[in-house]
T-cell receptor
Framework: AQSVTQLDSQVPVFEEAPVELRCNYS??????LFWYVQYPNQGLQLLLK??????LVESINGFEAEFNKSQTSFHLRKPSVHISDTAEYFC?????????????FGTGTKLQVIP | DVKVTQSSRYLVKRTGEKVFLECVQD?????MFWYRQDPGLGLRLIYF???????EKGDIPEGYSVSREKKERFSLILESASTNQTSMYLC?????????????FGPGTRLTVL
């Protein structure tokens, strides 16, 4: 079994301030970790993912996430947010369960950037 | 770029109607998925398919069925729509079902059942 916890349902932050969106997971098998973003009235799209190697992964628009195996966390950070970062962010874990790829999503965190 | 399209962005149906939601992907992906998205609950998997004519139940299959007659097309069917099926429905595809695969999502269909 696997699960994902995103404790913060909404995070308001002022423009140009730093932000951290928290994600914790649990799984009985090895997993890979993803962050997806959903802009208003759109589907989800991949922001970044951790597969192996360096535990710090980065996206093209300045977000980064660090895989911490001992704390089973994959928090998402950005040092300075922009209005265009307003969106809902979903953490997800992907493992091989029951013979198939099983992806479990968190409940999402709405990031509201305030001008 | 992978493109996943869904037949409708918004749909309004009456209780008891049969509802078809269509999804098409253009990148020859093996796996396709149907999720529903509800506030506070995130995404929940309804059904998925790893090959033509193959299907597997997800976490919440009750009240739904699916069809995959062609590799690029995956349909979600509500046999008799009920008000508790009012939701956002998202289709996704992935290359081959490996745990490392990214899922590519369509824009979603917001279904309202009256």
């Amino acid at each position: 079994a696997q699960s994902v916890t995103q404790l913060d349902s909404q995070v308001p932050v002022f423009e140009e301030a730093p932000v951290e969106l928290r994600c914790n997971y649990s799984s009985s098998v090895s997993v890979y970790l993803f962050w997806y973003v959903q802009y208003p009235n759109q589907g989800l799209q991949l922001l970044l993912k951790y597969l192996s190697g360096s535990t710090l992964v980065e996206s093209i628009n300045g977000f980064e996430a660090e895989f911490n195996k001992s704390q089973t966390s994959f928090h998402l950070r950005k040092p300075s947010v922009h209005i265009s970062d307003t969106a809902e962010y979903f953490c997800a874990v992907s493992g091989f369960l029951g013979g198939y790829q099983k992806v479990t999503f968190g409940t999402g965190t709405k990031l509201q950037v305030i001008p | 770029d992978v493109k996943v399209t869904q037949s409708s962005r918004y749909l309004v149906k009456r209780t008891g109607e049969k509802v078809f939601l269509e999804c098409v992907q253009d990148m020859d992906h093996e796996n396709m998925f149907w999720y529903r998205q509800d506030p506070g609950l995130g995404l929940r998997l309804i059904y998925f398919s790893y090959d033509v004519k193959m299907k597997e139940k997800g976490d919440i299959p009750e009240g739904y069925s699916v069809s995959r007659e062609k590799k690029e097309r995956f349909s979600l069917i509500l046999e008799s729509a009920s008000t508790n099926q009012t939701s956002m429905y998202l289709c996704a595809s992935s290359l081959a079902g490996a745990s490392t695969d990214t899922q590519y999502f369509g824009p979603g269909t917001r279904l309202t059942v009256l």
